[in-house]
């Protein structure tokens, strides 16, 4: 049954992405002839690349990011003497298919690429850490101090693509989706006569009197794809873009069941995944004219249960093809497009709580102080130098940190975790 095709298919994909460190400040001092008194002239670092994801109709799929699925930008380099400031880090951009939206590791929506050229930064870099340059001042003349580089920012992300169609073909299996593709749009689709034929969506531009769209072939659905039977609770999902549904019918029926039930197990299922899906327009074609009498019989029977939209078409022969084509082109332009990319993005309120920007904790006579800002200060400082050590602790008073340690009892000896640094509290720092 092909099912090696599904490979070349992929819409949803795990990625991890690192940004890249900020380069290490320098420490240094001019040395000239001549010149006794040379003053600092440590740079400072560069910063570290950006990830971006960036959307672009070249691509339709997710598979090559199945391949490697782990991303990293690149590190800003490390300043140098003679004030010589290190190289900012290259970013990596993501290149995706428009239609990708993109979810943090718990499931939350952080941007919805639909536009072609459309893009997100998703990880940013390091900031570069100051050379002693930087730290000159009136007071101190020859800084012996820098600041290490910030760590990149590191996520992990679910891609997940949604195609981006203005008609979405819905039917069972060897309805004649795949041949109807295949005669109004330039898309070669795989056709064979066995049930699950289409293992992917098939994507195809159909220009018909001057105007154009796109039509997506999502694979036959089965009762029960909503529950995830069969391949259809794979796509199902795919229709929530389209603007309109075209449902196509075997007047044969299909492995015994009636056509008319294929109608209506078709329109349980799509209300079942979302009752967004009922509420587009829909038209239905009974294909297979070329078969005769039976084709008839069942168009006119269709047509007087549902009145309206129901066309006889065949997609071997084109009879009525032109028909419907008009009347695809007539709700195209009647579907108001603030609707036309439909998509259930879940809560749209969120609550904010607002926080202070660090928090310390004691536990077994340790203190933990977490915090973004903090985090940051603390990794972007060089442990090994004493009067670093020192700037840090003034940074850390002048932000209350110190005040809330003495609050919580903290005294002489006791330990102090910030991140992965730990220290031993001294009072007369």
């Known amino acids: 049954m092909g099912m090696e095709?599904?490979?070349?298919?992929?819409?949803?994909?795990?990625?991890?992405?690192?940004?890249?460190?900020?380069?290490?400040?320098c420490v240094s001092f001019r040395r000239e002839k001549y010149v006794p008194k040379g003053g600092p002239d440590g740079g400072d670092g560069g910063d570290g690349g950006n990830v971006i994801i960036k959307a672009s109709r070249s691509y339709n799929t997710l598979t090559h990011l199945s391949y490697s699925p782990h991303?990293?930008?690149?590190?800003?380099e490390n300043g140098g003497s003679g004030n010589k400031k290190g190289r900012k880090g290259k970013d990596t951009i993501i290149m995706v298919p428009c239609g990708t939206i993109i979810k943090d590791e718990k499931g939350n929506i952080i941007c919805d690429l639909i536009d072609?050229?459309?893009?997100?930064?998703?990880?940013?870099?390091?900031?570069?850490?100051?050379?002693?340059?930087?730290?000159?001042?009136?007071?101190?003349?020859?800084?012996?101090?820098?600041?290490?580089?910030?760590?990149?920012?590191?996520?992990?992300?679910v891609l997940e693509l949604l195609l981006i169609a203005d008609v979405g073909l819905v039917g069972f299996p060897n309805a004649g989706k795949s041949t109807f593709l295949s005669r109004v749009t330039s898309a070669k689709p795989k056709i064979a006569d066995y049930p699950f034929t289409t293992l992917k969506p098939n994507l195809g531009i159909c220009r018909h009197k001057e105007k154009y769209f796109v039509i997506a072939d999502i694979p036959g659905l089965i009762e029960g794809a909503s529950k995830g039977k069969g391949l259809g609770h794979e796509f199902l999902r795919h229709i929530e873009r389209t603007k309109i549904l075209l449902h196509l019918v075997d007047p044969n029926g299909y492995f015994g069941i009636d056509p008319l039930l294929s109608i209506r197990i078709i329109e349980n299922e799509l209300k079942n995944y979302s009752t967004k899906l009922l509420k587009k327009p829909k038209i239905i074609a009974v294909n297979k004219a070329d078969i005769g009498y039976i084709a008839f019989d069942f168009f006119k029977k269709i047509k007087n249960e549902y009145k309206k939209d129901v066309f006889l078409i065949s997609s071997v022969t084109g009879e009525g093809i032109d028909n419907l084509l008009d009347r695809i082109i007539f709700l195209l332009s009647d579907v108001d497009s603030k609707h036309s990319l439909e998509i259930n993005?879940?809560?749209?309120?969120?609550?904010?709580?607002?926080?202070?920007?660090?928090?310390?904790?004691?536990?077994?006579?340790?203190?933990?102080?977490?915090?973004?800002?903090?985090?940051?200060?603390?990794?972007?400082?060089?442990?090994?130098?004493?009067?670093?050590?020192?700037?840090?602790?003034?940074?850390?008073?002048?932000?209350?940190?110190?005040?809330?340690?003495?609050?919580?009892?903290?005294?002489?000896?006791?330990?102090?975790?910030?991140?992965?640094?730990?220290?031993?509290?001294?009072d007369d720092i």
């Open 345 to 426: 993005l879940g809560e749209k309120v969120k609550t904010i709580k607002v926080e202070k920007s660090f928090k310390v904790e004691k536990k077994n006579n340790i203190f933990y102080i977490s915090g973004k800002s903090v985090e940051k200060i603390a990794s972007m400082t060089d442990m090994e130098n004493e009067e670093a050590v020192k700037r840090m602790y003034k940074i850390l008073k002048r932000i209350g940190v110190v005040k809330e340690l003495k609050k919580n009892g903290i005294k002489n000896g006791d330990t102090v975790i910030i991140s992965k640094f730990e220290f031993v509290w001294n």
């Open 116 to 157: 072609d050229g459309a893009e997100v930064l998703v990880a940013s870099g390091g900031k570069g850490g100051r050379g002693n340059a930087s730290f000159k001042s009136s007071v101190n003349q020859a800084p012996v101090i820098r600041e290490l580089g910030e760590k990149g920012e590191e996520k992990k992300l």
């Open 5 to 25: 095709n599904i490979k070349d298919f992929i819409d949803k994909v795990w990625v991890y992405v690192k940004a890249g460190d900020g380069g290490n400040g």
């Open 71 to 76: 991303i990293k930008a690149e590190n800003g």
